[in-house]
T-cell receptor
């Protein structure tokens, strides 16, 4: 059990469509970070949410947006999907916000395929 | 900008062989350093971390890593690998003044029984 729950597990979308991915953090964690992992590469930081606000963003276009809810769960939205958006999307939770940072707890990811 | 380099993309070892995976980062400030592991079919999980103090840190399953500040390195070691260590290993760095953690490209380790 990862402690972090992501849904859906797999998703196939058509170019130009929009997608929403969901994440429930580990119990006790208040911070959610999203990563994109392309095949054969390491996870790339998309953004991080704390207290329902985006507090740091990586080098991703505005097509990538997110949200964090009062219960700390989070959504990642990607608009106008491109073939290059095909990847594994990872959610990582942590306690940065109010506690000492111990590292991430990762979910199993959502495999997005854009056709 | 921060970056993390892992020197080997694929490593093949026989059981009982010693392991050392290289990791170098580029950042001039104070950092936290991590190794994460992903076993086949499982999610990424934290193997060990360095925040401060003793530069030699020990993690789970007999792994250790040494932080050498002058070399900007954080190499992962294990004296004797087992077949069950077959996995992908990721080095990661976090600026202590920031929020994001940067990952290397990963090293796939295959241990022959």
């Amino acid at each position: 059990d990862a402690g972090v729950t992501q849904s859906p597990t797999h998703l196939i979308k058509t170019r130009g469509q929009q997608v929403t991915l969901r994440c429930s953090p580990k119990s006790g964690h208040d911070t959610v970070s999203w990563y994109q992992q392309a095949l054969g590469q390491g996870p790339q930081f998309i953004f991080q949410y704390y207290e329902e606000e985006e507090r740091q963003r990586g080098n991703f276009p505005d097509r990538f947006s997110g949200h964090q809810f009062p219960n700390y769960s989070s959504e990642l939205n990607v608009n106008a999907l491109l073939l290059g958006d095909s990847a594994l999307y990872l959610c990582a939770s942590s306690t940065d916000g109010t506690g000492f940072y111990y590292g991430y707890t990762f979910g199993s990811g959502t495999r997005l395929t854009v056709v | 900008a921060q970056s993390v380099s892992q020197h080997n993309h694929h490593v093949i070892l026989s059981e009982a062989a010693s392991l050392e995976l290289g990791c170098n980062y580029s950042y001039g400030g104070t950092v936290n350093l991590f190794w994460y592991v992903q076993y086949p079919g499982q999610h990424l999980q934290l193997l060990l971390k360095y925040f401060s103090g003793d530069p030699l840190v020990k993690g789970i399953k007999g792994f250790e890593a040494e932080f050498i500040k002058s070399k900007f390195s954080f190499n992962l070691r294990k004296p004797s690998v087992q077949w069950s260590d077959t996995a992908e290993y990721f080095c990661a760095v976090k600026d202590t003044g920031g929020f994001k953690t940067i990952f290397g490209a990963g090293t796939r380790l295959f241990v022959k029984a």
